[in-house]
């Protein structure tokens, strides 16, 4: 908020200069779909990560070594947060990384690649 109080001070203060205020408004509207983009990112990346351990739970002895091992681009989630597609059984996304994991990884799972 304080960020974007400032913003606002900074745009008053130059508003006697129309040409100013418009590269300033565009320099805020970029830098603002800049910090959106990353916050989308992050955000969907903690509800797969989150998906991914509920899938998991009970099933490897490390879940946020597993989520690290799984290649999240092949992952999608549902809207209630459960994993939709991409573990399959036997979680082929992980092949052999989760396998390099060491044994320890799954308690009795057993590991199927792709």
Do not use: W
Not at 42 to 63: F, M, Q, S, Y
């Amino acid at each position: 908020m304080a960020d974007r109080d400032k913003q606002l001070t900074e745009l008053k203060k130059s508003a006697g200069d129309n040409e100013e205020l418009k590269k300033q408004i565009e320099k805020l509207e970029a830098e603002n779909k800049t910090a959106s983009e990353a916050y989308q990112a992050k955000l969907t990346d903690t509800a797969i990560n989150t998906a991914i351990k509920l899938a998991v739970a009970g099933e490897v002895h490390d879940p946020d070594l597993v989520t690290t091992l799984l290649d999240k681009s092949k992952i999608e989630v549902n809207a209630d947060g459960s994993v939709k597609s991409g573990m399959g059984k036997g979680y082929p996304p992980c092949n052999t990384k989760c396998t390099q994991g060491g044994a320890f990884t799954f308690s009795n799972q057993v590991i199927m690649s792709s």
